[in-house]
Each structure stands twice: as structure tokens, then as C-alpha cells.
């Protein structure tokens, strides 16, 4: 920062150079009023040496020089109205500005009626601009220097001997006003250049600062350039731009550099850019090492992409330029030249090489995947990535090609694409493995065959299993779930028509997530086996078992990769899951009619309720889980069905609290009762199981009337008349209604030993049930008559409750 007494002096040294500039401005005007030249004259050059000063900033003199330049105008006009009436010549009034006694007021002075001569038409604007531009280097002062040519390029825009101009351009004059411009921006560019050297070492950053603000003095030559209109194509291709880049390479300021380079790339046409590829892009390894090139040579790529997508009619030209082989030659070029260039620098440029490559030729796969080659030499031998922002560019360059193909099969064509993961820290790595999931799931893309499965398992390994250095402990797991989960889906997103195919998807998509620990099995298993039990269903009907390398999609050899696969979850441990998914492998072989391998599931169902699950109310839910997949199964003989409902019976009299014992074992009832035309129809069975339930609700009762000294719920009793009524009406002979009454009168007693007045859950049930029975009478017919005997139900009025 510039001390404070230094601001108040550079203030100062404004306000008196301003002052002074208004003053003399004053005289000159009432010269002006008289008609008095030479008074006008000797004013303006006093009022104009107020640009002399050396004190102040670019940003300060700027305002004097503005105000000075507005006077400069009035004073031009002026002149063109006494060269109109004939009071002076142009030539009177080049001799009178000779008498100025500094040298920089007499090259302003020189400009303006040089102005004056190109439009009164008194000399070719060609030489004026000429002589101008020549005598101007008396002016070596750099910020002097700069404002002057400055105000030279601005009197001079609208009058340049360019095509359809007024002041004698055409063909063969086009030239001279290119070679005058060119000039012009050669001179202020040392200029700008030399600024640097001005001044003590320490005030360095200070003259950047201002060297920066007056860059666009120097780039709006360069906006002249790209506006002549007879400077065609090869006119550029030939002198312009030689011309230009010769100036911004031999200079070897990084600044300049920089800056021209953005310049060149943003005022003159794509097309330009495009036929003279070769040349503009020689100059980038030129450039000085500390030149953000990777930003320059970004942006020329992106407009050049720009230009292809608005316009799909100059592809060919693309084509014919070879432009993708000029472009990656330079970028390889570039990264040469530039030893030091940081890894992020590199990733910026490769990123917008694919992006050209993805707009100009989406459809070369092989110059995709050259661009992610390229990437993956320049990153070789080195560790993974730590550099925040140079990974978000490696995510930009992975989700380049999904983003624009939207479909993750033709990203998995390209070879390069794992080898760019593979130098991702291990949480991004996870992040563009969920982008990659989540484009997969949000473009319903298919995966159909088990190499592009291989593939794409190898892209998202660090969902599928712990990276190196990192522990399932250490994460969120929210997070981990979430992640989890998406891999869940992508699961059902692999699929093929051809049995033998989806089989080596299934057993690729086990090999990997087999791997995955125990705390992920839980999550990608259960859509592993479900995915293969669709397989299964596909197949029904099929038979046949054959070992060797090939072997065919048969139901047979899918249960066995299923058993292999759901035996993975014992070492989790999760007992409950395994045994959900071994009866639904059951139930699956039973559709199959697979007797024996329905049986080995059951088997290892039941063998994990008697090991592994040990939790009272995971008990309960097993046990009614096999008591409804044995129900579905009609496969099983009768040896095989009676061990296995002999077990579920006998498991379910084994459960810890009476009330789940009594459901249980009323559940069993449906086991030897089953409503199909070739069912199981054991109607004494079905009677022991309610007795048996019956007793088992009586020990409940007797149970809590020792324990809280009041008779517990009859609820137990109703379920089991429902039971009753239900088998009654299915036709079991054992269930008449004789037995039916006794247990309402049982419940009846139970009810008026209650004590308690309040409307219960069992009271309501109860009334339920009446009313059903009564409905059936109603209704009359067979059903009607065998209820006809059922009476007794106490009359339960439901209480409203507040």
C-alpha cells in the first residue's frame, strides 16, 4: 500500500495538473473565439504540457488525459471549419505547430490536424498515417508514450484507407492501413513492455498493477485489426497474424503474453482461428514459462467447440484442418515447454481437448479415449491425487463422456477411462463411482453383457470393496448406506435376453461383491439373488446339470450359485436375511419342481433359525416366515413334508412368550389344511394344532392370572375361533359345530370373569366375529344351515370411547 501522505501528494499533483489544463483550455478558448491562431495555439501546447508530468499513475494521468483529449476535439473542429473557409491551409497550420517547444504537445497537435488533412481530403491518408505513426517514437516514455499512440489510434479508427472508405481505400491501400495499425500496436507494445523496467525493484508489483490497467490501450489495436474489412483471410493468415504473434513471442513478458494471446483468440472470427490453426497454435510452447498458457489455450478450444456445435455445416472444415490432431499436438507441446506447469494445468487441458473432442467428433471414440491416454502418461508415476482443485478437474474429464452420451456402455468402450480413476483419492473415487451409478440408473441404461459388466465393476471398486488404507469403520453411515444402495440398483440394471449370457453377468457380478466384506453383503446380495431368481423363473421348465467351464443357464446350476452366494451372509453375520432369502430360493425350486433342492433350502433355513437366530421376536417372525413359504410348497412327498412341518411344529410350541407359542402353532393348522384341488387335506391334524394352540392359550391365561392376579385377554381364545370357523367352513369333518360351541361358552366364561368395564380390543374382535356368524345365517343356503346350530355369544355393546 502507498502511505497515506503519498495519496494526498499524488492528489494533489492531479488536482494542480487539472487546474493548469483548465486554465490554458480557458485562453485557448477565447483565442478560439477571436480567431486568433497562433494564440490558440501557443494555449493548447501549454494546456497539453500538462501531459508531460511524470508523477502520477496510469489510473491519475487517465483523467488528464481525458480531459485533454476533449479538448483536442474542440480545437479539431476548429481547425476543419477555418480549413473549410479557406482562412488557413492545412500546411499553415502543420508549419505553426512546429513552433511548440516540447516535443509532446507538438505530436499531439500533429495528430489532430493530421486528422484534419485525411478529412479534407489535402493528402492521401496513407501517408498521413504514415508520417504520424513514424514521428510518434520521439515519444519513448512509456505511459506518455502509450497515451499518445493511444490518441493517435483513436483519431485515426474511422479514417483508415480500408475497403468502402471515404478516404481513398481499396484494394491496394487495404495494406497500408493494416501496416499502419500493425505499427502502431508494435511501438505501444514495447512501450507497455518497458513500463516494468521503470522504477525501483521494490515498487515491481505496484507497476504490474499498472501495467494491467493499461493493457487495453495496447489490445485495441488489435480490435481495429479484426474491423478493416479488406483484411481477409489471407491477409491475416499471411501478415496479420505472423506480424502480431512475432510481437508477442519476441517480447517475453509474461503479462503481455498473456494478455495478447486472449486478445488474438477473442477479436478476430473462429474462422480465422480455424484456418490458421497451425500457426497460432506454434506459439504457445514459445511463450514464457510463467504464461498461464493452460487458460489461453482453454479458451481457444472452447470457442473453437463453440463454433462447431452453432454451426453443424463447418464440421467439415474441422475435418479437412485436422484440427483435433493440431490441437492435442500442442497441448502435448505445451506440457514439454512447460516442465513446472502444475498437475491441475494439465488436467484444464486435457479437459477442454475432450470437451472440443466430444463437440467437434463425438462419434471418434479412438480420439476420446487418446485424449484420456494422454491424461493418464502425463499423471503416470505419480501417487494419487491430493490436490482439490486438480481432482475436481479429473471428475470434469471422467463426466465429460457420460454427460454427452448418456450412456455408460460406450464410456466402458474406452480403455483409458479406469486407468483416469485409478489416480482419484479414495472418497472422490467413490463420488464419480455414484455419478457413473446414478447415470446409468437416470438414463435406463442396460448393461447386457458380462465383459461390460467386468468393466464396469472395475470403474465403481471403490463401492464394491474397502480401497487400500481405508476401513469400513471409518465411515459415515449414512453415507455408506446410501452408497450401498445405489449399488443395490445397479444391480437390476444388469440384464440380457440370453440365458447363458445374464448367467455370466450373475457369476460377474458375484466374483465382485463376494469381495465386498461384511458389511456390505447385506446391501448387494438380496438384488443378486432376486436378479438370479428372475433368471430362474425364465427358465422354469428346464432340468439338466452339467459341470464343466461352459456351463448352460440351468435352473439347477443357478440354485447352486444362489446357495453359494446367500452362504456368503453367515459370515456377517445376518441369519434373518439369509434364512428370507433361502425360502424364496425355495419357493422359486418349488415352481421349478425341484424337490430336492427346495428341500436343501428349507433345511438351511432351518438350520440358521436353530443356530443363528436367537432373538425372541426374530424368532416369531422366522417361524411365521417358514410356516408361509412350507404352506405354497406342493413339490414335497409326504416323507419330505412331514419332517418339515413336524419341525415348524415343533419350533413353534418352542417360542419364548405363550401368546407368540399359541399364533405359531395355530399357524401350523394351514400346514396340513391346504385349499388347492390336489391339496393336502388332513382334517384330524388341523384339529390337534387348535387343540394344541387352545391349550397353549388356557396355560397363558391361568399364567397371568398367578402373575397379575386378574385373568389376561381372551384375545388368544377369538383368533383361535376365527380358526375354527375358517377350517369349519373350508369343510374340515373334525371341526363341527358342537366343538365350535364349546369354545364360546369357553370364551363367554372368560369374558364374565373379566372385571374390567371398558370396551377392549377383544370385546371388539368378539362382536366382529358374531356378526359374521350371524351374516351367514342370514344369507341362508348350505353355509347358513351349518351355522344354524352357533349361538351363545354374549351380547358386548361397544362403549364410546373419550
Known amino acids: 500500500m502507498v502511505p497515506t501522505a503519498g495519496k494526498q501528494d499524488e492528489e494533489n499533483w492531479v488536482a494542480e495538473g487539472i487546474a493548469g489544463l483548465q486554465h490554458n483550455a480557458f485562453y485557448m478558448h477565447r483565442a478560439l473565439d477571436a480567431n486568433n491562431l497562433k494564440d490558440a495555439l501557443k494555449h493548447s501546447a501549454q494546456m497539453l504540457s500538462e501531459l508531460r508530468t511524470s508523477r502520477l499513475s496510469p489510473h491519475q494521468y487517465y483523467q488528464i488525459y481525458m480531459r485533454a483529449f476533449d479538448e483536442l476535439r474542440k480545437l479539431e473542429m476548429f481547425f476543419r471549419e477555418e480549413t473549410k473557409r479557406g482562412s488557413c491551409s492545412v500546411i499553415d497550420l502543420y508549419e505553426l505547430v512546429q513552433h511548440a517547444g516540447n516535443i509532446l504537445p507538438r505530436m499531439y497537435l500533429l495528430c489532430t490536424i493530421g486528422s484534419v488533412s485525411i478529412k479534407s481530403r489535402e493528402a492521401p491518408a496513407k501517408d498521413v498515417l504514415k508520417d504520424l505513426v513514424e514521428m510518434c517514437r520521439g515519444i519513448q516514455h512509456p505511459v506518455r508514450g502509450l497515451f499518445l499512440r493511444s490518441y493517435l489510434s483513436q483519431i485515426s479508427r474511422d479514417k483508415l484507407p480500408d475497403i468502402g472508405s471515404e478516404y481513398g481505400g481499396d484494394a491496394d491501400t487495404v495494406m497500408d492501413a493494416v501496416e499502419f495499425v500493425l505499427q502502431n500496436f508494435t511501438e505501444m507494445n514495447k512501450l507497455w513492455v518497458r513500463m516494468q523496467h521503470q522504477g525501483p525493484v521494490w515498487e515491481k508489483e505496484k507497476r504490474e498493477k499498472e501495467r494491467s490497467e493499461l493493457r487495453d490501450l495496447v489490445g485495441k489495436n488489435l480490435h481495429v485489426l479484426s474491423q478493416i474489412e479488406g483484411a481477409d483471410l489471407d491477409m491475416y493468415k499471411e501478415t496479420i497474424l505472423p506480424r502480431v504473434l512475432e510481437q508477442v513471442v519476441n517480447c ?89 506447469m502444475p498437475k491441475v494445468g494439465a488436467i484444464t487441458l486435457y479437459v477442454s481437448l475432450l470437451t472440443f473432442t466430444l463437440r467437434v467428433h463425438p462419434d471418434r471414440l479412438d480420439y476420446v479415449d487418446q485424449v484420456l491416454g494422454a491424461c493418464v502418461k502425463k499423471l503416470s508415476g505419480k501417487a494419487k491425487l491430493e490436490d482439490s482443485k486438480a481432482t475436481k478437474q479429473i471428475v470434469s474429464l471422467l463426466s465429460a463422456p457420460l454427460e454427452k452420451y448418456n450412456d455408460i456402455v460406450t464410456a466402458l468402450k474406452l480403455s483409458n477411462y479406469p486407468h483416469v480413476m485409478d489416480h482419484l483419492d479414495n472418497g472422490t473415487n467413490k463420488v464419480m463411482a455414484v455419478v457413473i451409478i446414478q447415470s446409468i440408473i437416470k438414463n435406463n441404461t442396460c448393461i447386457s453383457t458380462a465383459d461390460k459388466v467386468e468393466a464396469l465393476f472395475e470403474l465403481i471398486n471403490g463401492l464394491i470393496k474397502d480401497m487400500d488404507g481405508t476401513l469400513v469403520d471409518e465411515l459415515d453411515e449414512e453415507d455408506f448406506k446410501e452408497e450401498q444402495n445405489s449399488v443395490a440398483r445397479l444391480i437390476h440394471m444388469l440384464y440380457d435376453d440370453d440365458p447363458e449370457e445374464m448367467l455370466k453377468i450373475i457369476c460377474t457380478v458375484k466374483k465382485h461383491i463376494l469381495l465386498g466384506g461384511s458389511k456390505r453383503l447385506p446391501f448387494t446380495v438380496p438384488p443378486l439373488v432376486f436378479s438370479a431368481l428372475k433368471l430362474v423363473r425364465r427358465l422354469q421348465g428346464q432340468d439338466g446339470f452339467e459341470l464343466g467351464e461352459e456351463v448352460p443357464a440351468t435352473p439347477k446350476k443357478i440354485f447352486q450359485i444362489l446357495h453359494q452366494t446367500i452362504e456368503a451372509l453367515t459370515s456377517v453375520p445376518s441369519p434373518e436375511l439369509a434364512l428370507r432369502l433361502y425360502l424364496q430360493c425355495a419357493e422359486a425350486a418349488n415352481d421349478c419342481d425341484l424337490e430336492p433342492v427346495a428341500y436343501e433350502f428349507f433345511t438351511q433355513a432351518f438350520i440358521l433359525y436353530e443356530e443363528e437366530v436367537s432373538d425372541s421376536k426374530a424368532q416369531v417372525t422366522a417361524i411365521h416366515l417358514i410356516i408361509g413359504t412350507l404352506q405354497r410348497m406342493n413339490i414335497f412327498g409326504v416323507e419330505n413334508r412331514d419332517t418339515l412341518t413336524h419341525q415348524a411344529t415343533g419350533y413353534s410350541a418352542k417360542l419364548l412368550k405363550k401368546p407368540d407359542q399359541c399364533r405359531a402353532v395355530y399357524a401350523c393348522s394351514h400346514l396340513f389344511w391346504v385349499d388347492d384341488q390336489d391339496g393336502i387335506k388332513d382334517g384330524e391334524r388341523v384339529l390337534l394344532c387348535l387343540k394344541r394352540a387352545l391349550r397353549i392359550a388356557n396355560a397363558s391365561q391361568q399364567m397371568a392370572n398367578v402373575t397379575r392376579g386378574s385373568s389376561g385377554s381372551v384375545m388368544l381364545f377369538i383368533e383361535i375361533l376365527n380358526k375354527y370357523l375358517y377350517f369349519f367352513e373350508k369343510g374340515n369333518p373334525q371341526i363341527t359345530s358342537s366343538i365350535i360351541q364349546g369354545l364360546i361358552e369357553l370364551i363367554n366364561t372368560e369374558m364374565r370373569s373379566d372385571n374390567t368395564t371398558s370396551y377392549s380390543s377383544a370385546d371388539a374382535f368378539l362382536a366382529s366375529t358374531w356378526r359374521y356368524v350371524q351374516f351367514q345365517k342370514q344369507n341362508g343356503g348350505t353355509m347358513g344351515e351349518k351355522y344354524e346350530p352357533i349361538e351363545g355369544f354374549l351380547k358386548v355393546e361397544p362403549v364410546e370411547v373419550v
Not at 272 to 293: G, K, N, W
Open 252 to 340: 517475453k513478458d509474461e503479462l503481455a503474453q498473456y494478455y495478447l494471446m486472449d486478445c488474438i483468440i477473442q477479436v478476430f472470427p473462429d474462422e480465422y482461428h480455424l484456418r490458421t490453426l497451425e500457426t497460432l497454435l506454434s506459439a504457445f510452447p514459445q511463450l514464457q514459462p510463467t504464461v498461464d498458457i493452460k487458460t489461453v489455450l482453454s479458451q481457444l478450444m472452447e470457442r473453437l467447440s463453440n463454433y462447431a456445435a452453432s454451426n453443424t455445416e463447418v464440421l467439415p472444415e474441422f475435418l479437412q484442418v485436422e484440427a483435433f490432431a493440431k490441437l492435442s499436438s500442442a497441448v502435448g507441446e505445451v506440457l514439454e515447454a512447460q516442465v513446472d
